[in-house]
């Protein structure tokens, strides 16, 4: 039970990143949304490592038979937080540069200014 | 072979990073990767025998070689090849040349990968090198189009990581082949990660902007190599999981006439070649199991295109025919044009002909409409008038690049000699005297300008959850 309402929150987060990135005007919080989206991402590969247990994949001999998370996902995770870390570095770079001439860095005027 | 393959794909990463370090020599060992690049692709197209390397203890993690990731290669290392020609001389920094052999191998990690979180991580590789390359010139106008470019391609992939989670729960493996036991919903969301980052039907209108406002040899790059790496995940995929085949058919079907329709009443040079990438997807699509090839001559033909439109005096057809062009780029442009409308003799007809055998019936009568929007288009550059220009100094790199591309069309029509048959030769030019005659009696003079309002950033995130709904279905019926 418990479990469905905690994939449900980790869904609205997604959706509420994936709408954020449309519907906010500024750059800068359309980045903050597409994050809040891959914190949801992260969040849920998570849950899916933790369906069959929570304990930490550390196998013990004197212990049989404890509920191990998995550690698959967890490990490929690390790879995409990482990656997406990057990502927003580079980007918010990007925005710094561009806020010199366009110091609102209000999307819809960048895109007319840049359009031919 | 195992050896040489794991040293074939980790040495642009390290020649990569290295070269940053040896300004003098960048552009000779940059060379050299594309050359061990091409070489490593004959080599595998010549023994012809498929294998795969899997991690130990893999989790499906897997590469896979075959004459379909031997194409792909062989046309990423002559593309890039012409690139680094054409830059030979215009005093590029060593950070271009570092961004752009370590795109040039993440290239080619995605041509070799079976498994979804490899291709996850050679994907994100390219959007990163992609951006620094777009924006190399800092100018806002291109830090603009590369930051909409990231955005469009990381959120697509955001979609494509919760398809991945999906799989694996299902089969405990991120194989392809687990996409067959993986509920509905993640084939949907996998499919629209890759369908956007190759650029294919709605989710690629973000693509003219892109590779039309990037500068010339980026462009090039671009449309002839790097949309190419989300679109061999789906051939793959269709050709491993068969009941994903039709839907990937029906995509190259619908992107074919899209981008078709869009080209053929495009004004601007580099959009209406970026346009023309979009429906040339469609055709390495329609027909998975041979898309290997047509993506090869599409990517000579695109390359050699992009470097020469950059070439010319303005980018505006209007304006090119009331100034004329030189007729040195003209004789290119007609060879690669005649190549992509399938003309006999150059590499695009065999490519075409073979693409239309492996096609099913559902699929000809919207994919000759397609050939024929091709040849109208492209009608555009070979009716330019011409003058002789002395004046006009050509620099021995560009003819280097352009020489290499060309003769690849050349060569590699003897890949498919079975294509010579008096009723095919007939039919293309059937096909390509209906473009032409259509385009001097009636797209000569029209003068529609199509809206762009499709390709505002926030729809583009917004077709995204269409696309999505549209593919739930589709995966559903």
Known sequence: MSMSILEACVFAVIFIGFFGIIFKKNLIMKILAMDVMSTGVIAYYILVAARGGIFAPIVDAEQEAIAYADPVPQAVILTAIVIGFSIQALMLVGVMKLSRDNPTLETSEIEKSHTP | MDDITIIWILLPFVVGFSIYLLPRWNRYFALAIAGLSVAYSIGLLWSLEPFTLELLDSFGVTLMFDELSGYFILMNGLVTGAVLLYCFDKQKSPFFYTQLVILHGAVNATFCCADLISLYVALECIGIAAFLLI???????????????????NTAMLFYLIGAVLVYQASYSFAFSGLAVAPKEAIALIFLGLLTKGGIFVSGLWLPLTHGESETPVSALLSGVVVKAGVFPLARCALLVPELDPI???FG??????????????????RMLAFHTVSQLGFVLAAPAVGGFYALTHGLVKGALFLTAGQLSSRNFKILREQSIPRAYWWVLVLACASISGLPFLAGYSSKILTMKNILP?????????????AISFAKFIFLPTKTDPSLKISPNFYGAVVLLLGGLFVTNSFYLEAYQPSNILKALVTIGIGWLAYGLIFQRITVKLPRVVEQFEHLVGVMSLVLTGLFWLVLA
């Open chain 2, 135 to 153: 924006t190399y010139s800092r100018s806002d106008r291109s830090l603009w189009v590369g930051l909409r470019y990231l955005f469009i391609s």
């Open chain 2, 248 to 250: 990937v058919r029906l």
């Open chain 2, 253 to 270: 079907v619908g992107t074919a006439l899209l981008g078709v329709g869009y080209a053929v009443f495009e004004k601007d040079t580099k």
């Open chain 2, 362 to 374: 559902w699929q000809s009568f919207a994919l000759n409409v397609a050939a024929v929007g091709t």
